[in-house]
């Protein structure tokens, strides 16, 4: 029992630590590449918990109230899934990349057609912001997917390198397992208890994250060591396109209010690029791969910078 405590303990604290745990687990997987080997083969389930418990995190109430009045939740879902791809895909069009930089140019359709990350709700619940809408827009996203990600395939690729059956198939269990399990454990616990364990759920929260950052920096010391001026010309570009996604849509939604602006404005810049490598990976050059982990930083490292940010704004009302 006292060793139950002490993890107990130990979760709560990880789980307190929240965004400034997420940044510091980045520069552990950087650190651990070693370990790669091992925790690969458990993506899927790692991002299988993380949706779980983002289940878990949320308010029944206030998703079933989400799902009632679903008018906020569907413009956003069609803004993160039909709006900012053909904004982004045209605009890279425009710039040459599908000439200059073909390899580049695809990963970026790619990335932009997919649909957000399915940790988007639980970073919603570490930041503190409205979990319930983050998850009712992220299953929304996820339901258009098949439609939207294969259309923009063809628009910008000239063919779909996804079957929209099997992304619709595989997003559904997926969503569907996870929920099914959450509702089975809020039934069984209540939802008083899990109230109570709110911060080792964010420390979970936090670990399964720090699995999937082992396995995505695999390739970073390899390919900077390689050409260190390349490696920091992309950082740069993730970095960029992320803070321009997440202001552009803070600035749409800002009537919304903060805590479901700044959600909209997760879903649209975090988009789960490992689904994408999963498909296709095999397929896909080497330089898709070191794109695919330089993408993280931004998901790792903006929620701690965007977290006192948005305290101030609530401060100032």
């Known amino acids: 029992m006292p060793i139950l ?5 130990a979760l709560a604290w990880i789980g307190r630590q929240g965004t400034r745990a ?9 650190a651990l590449p070693q370990l790669a080997a091992y925790v690969k083969p458990y993506l899927g389930e790692t991002v299988f918990v993380l949706l779980l418990f983002s289940y878990l995190r949320t308010d029944p109430a206030a998703f079933i109230r989400y799902v009632r009045a679903p008018k906020l939740t569907i413009i956003a879902a069609l803004w993160v899934m039909v709006v900012v791809p ?5 605009a890279y069009t425009a710039m040459g990349l599908h000439e200059s930089m073909p390899a580049l ?6 990335q932009i057609a997919t649909t957000p990350i399915t940790s988007s709700a639980a970073f919603a619940a570490l930041m503190g912001f409205d979990v319930a809408f983050s998850l009712v827009t992220l299953i929304i996203t996820n339901a258009m997917s098949p439609f939207t990600t294969v259309a923009f395939s063809y628009l910008f690729l000239g063919s779909s390198l996804f079957s929209p059956f099997d992304l619709g198939v595989k997003l559904f269990l997926f969503f569907a397992l996870s929920g099914a399990i959450a509702y089975a454990i809020r039934r069984v616990a209540g939802w008083e208890w ?3 364990q709110k911060e080792p759920l ?19 010391p390899r390919n ?3 050409d260190p001026a390349f490696a920091i010309e992309l950082f740069v570009l993730v970095i960029l396109v992320s803070c321009l996604l997440i202001g552009l849509s803070m600035l749409i939604f800002v009537r919304s209010g903060l805590d479901r602006s700044a959600p909209i404005a997760l879903l649209s810049a975090f988009r789960n690029i490992g689904l994408v490598m999963a498909t296709l990976g095999s397929s896909l050059p080497d330089l898709a791969w070191f794109y695919f982990a330089m993408a993280q930083f931004p998901i790792y490292l903006l929620p701690a910078l965007l977290q006192p940010l948005a305290k101030r704004l609530r401060r100032s009302g």
């Open 5 to 9: 405590m002490a993890f107990r303990a």
């Open 22 to 30: 997420l940044a510091v687990s980045v520069f552990f997987g950087l």
């Open 86 to 90: 053909l904004l982004f895909g045209i």
């Open 105 to 110: 140019y695809t990963i970026l359709i790619l």
């Open 194 to 196: 899990l109230e109570r």
């Open 202 to 220: 964010d420390g979970l929260n936090v670990i399964a994250v720090f699995i999937f950052a082992i396995a995505a920096m695999e390739s970073v």
């Open 224 to 226: 900077v060591v390689a």
